[in-house]
């Protein structure tokens, strides 16, 4: 069964420092996603992107973060200058249609910075 | 506002029983799907069942199904037979504005840990 993946499972980092979470989402996909789940909280939403642009993106989605397709297969977040409290699981997802179905997630990366 | 509520932050249950998770929502769309998501200690997020603003039946999926109640706002998650796996935090999300407006941006809940006795 297709699932997406993530690499690493576990990010450790120096504050100040530039990140790079990488994610291959299903392959029959078109609309891919990062969400972000802080320690003993709910999941928020980060970014959704479509077509290589970014669609829609939170708060929380300010000028440190970035994402991009750099080819057919790879979605990635990029942190540029992590804070401490950029600590957090960060979940990619991936769904093949816009409005309607499944959105599947992969099984995160744990980002701690330090 | 929250848009999504799960007011039950813990919840036991007996091995081979029912339980009833429950999930209420705030939208002025109408349309908009729920979803329901499991993560267990290891902290993957899984796909458990969806239900969409139209669908005239509730959703399931084999043990999960869908206690949908428009009128009331509420997404109700019922298991059926419990198993000592299916103890894990349980997410309940919503999507708004299927089709034209939405990207597909899920919003949770603060979820409910689920905890099954033998």
């Known amino acids: 069964e297709p699932e997406v993946t993530q690499t690493p499972s576990h990010q450790v980092t120096q504050m100040g420092q530039e990140v790079i979470l990488r994610c291959v989402p299903i392959?029959?996909?078109?609309?891919f996603y990062w969400y972000r789940q802080i320690l003993g909280q709910k999941v928020e939403f980060l970014v959704s992107?479509?077509?290589?642009?970014?669609?829609?993106k939170s708060e929380i989605f300010d000028d440190q973060f970035s994402v991009e397709r750099p080819d057919g297969s790879n979605f990635t977040l990029k942190i540029r200058s992590t804070k401490l409290e950029d600590s957090a699981m960060y979940f990619c997802?991936?769904?093949?249609?816009?409005?309607?179905?499944?959105?599947?997630f992969g099984p995160g990366t744990r980002l701690t910075v330090t | 506002a929250q848009k999504i509520t799960q007011t039950q932050p813990g919840m036991f249950v007996q091995e081979k029983e029912a339980v009833t998770l429950d999930c209420t929502y705030d939208?002025?769309?109408?349309?908009?799907?729920l979803f329901w998501y499991k993560q267990p200690s290891s902290g993957e997020m899984i796909f458990l069942i969806y239900?969409?603003?139209?669908?005239?039946q509730n959703a399931t999926e084999g043990r999960y199904s869908l206690n949908f109640q428009k009128a009331r706002k509420s997404a109700n998650l019922v298991i059926s037979a419990s198993q000592l796996g299916d103890s894990a935090m349980y997410f309940c999300a919503m999507r708004e504005g299927i089709g034209g407006t939405s990207y597909g941006k899920l919003t949770f809940g603060q979820g409910t840990i689920l905890t099954v006795h033998p």
């Open positions: 939208t002025s769309d109408p349309s908009y799907g």
């Open positions: 239900q969409g603003s139209y669908d005239q």
């Open positions: 392959s029959n996909h078109l609309y």
């Open positions: 992107f479509y077509n290589n642009e970014i669609s829609e």
């Open positions: 997802a991936s769904s093949r249609r816009q409005g309607s179905g499944e959105q599947y």
